[in-house]
């Protein structure tokens, strides 16, 4: 199989695609494995997987009903072989517990914003594009980037930029956010990156791209709650898994990349007080890493898809059940 022959509709390409196929391969090895894609996006990996392992069932996550809807139209000659579900990563256990799979060979966290939701103006994700207010990844949530930009205390709207956005001069934009909602909201795109912008000093608006990047990233990453969804699901995903089964999870930012670390380590650290002679069993690892690090796109797939430069791919492999 070629990989690269499995583009995404409008010419996008799974980020990491073989080196994930790459590692979930293993899991995948034996009789009627089962699979997690806890962020199915536009099912790309789903697809690529599949064709790759003919036994394989794969049950697939997203709580955008658009992607739900384009996964279950590109993976329709799988249907046999998967189970779509709308719901939110963190929602795991119930998930397999339903579909009647509590143990799993390989979950995969392909995390962050998809190309659908950046491209499509109306999501009000991108300040690229002039648009409603919006990022949700689920459209019947409640909360909205204009519910936070516009209700948020000056002292909340700079934690979030501060510690979701990791903008240094968070707040400088929190407080000329406050101020020009006083005369009216702030409810397009548009117009909260002209403030953004505003808000930063000329000469840091010189270099790093768009100086708005960082205050829609802690938008979007407050109104879906997605560091909170990732704190709780990745060990319930780790829980899931059955002896030789692994987990891949490629981040597209440093927050999430650092959680998913802190998960790994402490999953794979062997916690036997110190001193001993011999390990207790009782506190030996039940994981181990599989990647060094993390592991980069290489030059040619940036080139080729430039929304790969920030990925981070991590993966680890259960060796040994609980005690």
Known sequence: MHVDDHAEPGGHVPVMLRRVLELLAPALSGPHPVLVDANLGLGGHAEALLAAHPDLHLIGI?????????????????????????????????????????????????????????DEAERGFAYSYDAPLDMRMDPEQELTADVVVNTYSEGELARVLRDYGEERFAARVARLIVRERASRPITSTKRLAEIVRDAIPAATRRTGGNPAKRTFQGLRIEVNGELTALERALPEALDALKVGGRVVVLSYHSLEDRLTKQVLTARTRDTSPPGLPVPLPAHQPRFRLVTRGAELPDEEEVARNPRAASARLRAAERIREPE
């Open 62 to 118: 997203d709580r955008d009903p658009t992607a739900i809807e384009r996964s279950t139209a590109r993976l329709a000659p799988y249907a046999g072989r998967t189970t779509l579900v709308r719901a939110v990563s963190d929602e795991l256990p119930d998930v397999l517990a339903r579909a009647g799979h509590p143990r799993v060979d390989g979950v995969l966290f392909d995390l962050g914003v998809s190309s659908p939701q950046l």
